[in-house]
């Protein structure tokens, strides 16, 4: 959970656990400060570091013989650069593209974040990748839940004359209606 906190562009901060935002409200403060969730920026971003870390390093040497292996300098040109208004991070130091999305700033909680990571997946190739991996899980069991709940009703003793296809179309059409 905190590392999808820290890789979604919309709460990287943690700013929904400022401690001054609960000073009145004693019980809520007390609970957040009993499980050290104002420190859980520290915790997440360290473990996102190892994380990013473990991850395989992209080569973007562009004196590289192989034309499959393209730079990173030749897929953004000068348009690119001008929007995303930073400089390209192909740069020796291993973390630098680390350090950049750590300073990014947040943007609005009605945007899309996989949609932020697509956009900006050029200046942040190994960050996305976690990205990807992280906030794509889903985040409650309810629709699985439903589909066996409508599976059970659907297949019944009194429908065992039925087909494993036709219970398949069925269960399809009852979730597409």
Known sequence: MLLATALDPRWKNFTFLQSSFYQNYVEAFASLNKLNAFDAKLLAYIHLHDEYLSLPTINTNPSQSNSEDVSLESKMDFFDMMIINQPVTVGTDSDSEYVMYENEKEIHRNENPLEWWRVNKIR???MSEMAYK???????STPSERMFSASG???????????PENANLLLFLHKNS
């Open 134 to 140: 992280y906030l794509c899980i889903a985040a409650t």
């Open 124 to 126: 942040y190739p190994r």
């Open 153 to 163: 009703h659907l297949t019944s003793d009194k429908r065992s004359r039925l087909t």
